[in-house]
């Protein structure tokens, strides 16, 4: 059996990945594919489902950190906007443990049997959010350290096949887009002055090297425009890669 592709979109909060994750999504239901969405799942039963449960899904739809278990303490705790402060070592040691649990019970059972993975945010995440609080703190925390954690390690041994960066020139529209969500995360990382400092390590070469260094193909896209624009830029990247 052919086995599924796994899609990432990453970049800075606000910067539009809900809308090319939600693009892929609309795509993928054009063609009649079956769309199980983990979020609702994980919300309903805060764990995650079995092979049963997904039944004959040609796409799930994900996101880190979950939902349930070690991802929801890392939401509602580790990087909620609170009077306590954990280590960028002890935060990304919790995102790896999380990846790492969603990957073996999820991820890789799906896609060995030849379903697509739509998901938001990943170990790309964790180099750059990570790397960069620790340096704000004065503390030395490299991309190898980090994908030295052993959640991480094992993770880059199954890397996503693609990864896509929304990126965006003005960055803080992308942080009053975020402020303006129906959702709140409540997560401290959602600053502008933080969210300027990220934008370059998203882009950088260091970042484009771990990733062509793991065989995974990274595509930049341009989601300043127009949500219109950021759809149709999605749809094409469907069209030439999920089909």
């Known amino acids: 059996m052919k086995r599924g ?7 800075l909060d606000g910067v539009g990945k809900g809308v090319f994750l939600d693009t892929f ?3 993928a239901q054009t063609e009649g594919k079956k ?8 919300k309903s039963h805060d764990f995650h489902p079995s092979p049963a449960d997904v039944g004959n899904a040609d796409v799930l739809i994900t996101s880190e950190p979950t939902f349930c278990g070690t991802g929801r303490y890392i939401r509602n705790e580790l990087i909620a906007k609170n009077d306590r402060s954990y280590s960028p070592q002890t935060v990304a040691e919790a995102y790896a443990l999380d990846r790492h649990i969603l990957y073996e019970q999820l991820l890789l059972p799906a896609l060995e049997r030849g379903i697509d993975v739509y998901q938001s945010r990943s170990f790309s995440s964790s180099v750059t959010y990570q790397r960069q ?14 994908m030295a954690i052993p959640g991480n390690s094992f993770c880059a041994g199954y890397p996503m096949n693609l990864l ?3 990126t965006i020139t003005d960055v803080e529209e ?3 887009r975020s402020k303006g969500r129906d959702k709140d995360d409540n997560c401290k990382f959602e600053n502008l002055a933080f969210q300027l400092k990220l934008k370059p390590r998203f882009e950088s070469d260091e970042f484009k090297h771990l990733f062509a260094s793991l065989g995974v193909s990274i595509v930049y896209m341009d989601a300043g425009v127009s949500i219109e624009h950021s759809q149709q830029q999605a749809r094409e990247f469907y069209q030439k890669h999920l089909r």
Not at 35 to 42: E, I, P, Q, S
Not at 133 to 146: E, H, M, T, V, W
């Open 174 to 176: 992308a942080v009053q």
């Open 5 to 11: 592709r796994f899609v990432v979109v990453d970049g």
């Open 133 to 146: 609080s620790a340096l704000d703190q004065g503390k030395d925390f490299s991309i190898a350290d980090i």
């Open 164 to 166: 896509v960066i929304p």
């Open 35 to 42: 769309v199980f969405d983990v979020h609702k799942f994980w």
């Open 25 to 27: 999504v609309e795509e």
